[in-house]
């Protein structure tokens, strides 16, 4: 089992900067890509940046050059650098790990960009 804790949310205005991490514990041995994905009040659960263990990454497109994951493999951590934020960024953000063949989500962190 792996488990997954996010902070770092929180209300920022429009043009703000916030830095989300989310923290693996348990069986973190072969964790493999990590992710973060948002919600939005009534609207699908979409991906948002993606990055394996070897630091390879991936964003979506309406975050890319403001959005940056990382992460510290000796910590199982992984951040998400989110700067320039928009109100449309607004959303519970969770965190994802895949260990083996299993998804591990995390309980997600309220950002709420303001206008």
């Known amino acids: 089992q792996v488990q997954l804790v996010e902070s770092g949310g929180g209300l920022v205005q429009a043009g703000g900067s916030l830095r989300l991490s989310c923290a693996a514990s348990g069986s973190t041995f072969s964790i493999g890509v990590m992710g973060w994905y948002r919600q939005a009040p009534g609207k699908q659960r979409e991906w948002v940046a993606s990055i394996s263990s070897e630091g390879n990454t991936h964003y979506l497109d309406s975050v890319k050059g403001r959005f940056t994951i990382s992460r510290d493999n000796a910590k199982n951590t992984v951040y998400l650098q989110m700067n320039s934020l928009k109100p449309e960024d607004t959303a519970v953000y969770y965190c994802?790990?895949?260990?083996?063949?299993?998804?591990?989500w995390g309980q997600g962190t309220q950002v709420t960009v303001s206008s």
């Open positions: 994802k790990a895949r260990r083996w063949s299993f998804d591990y």
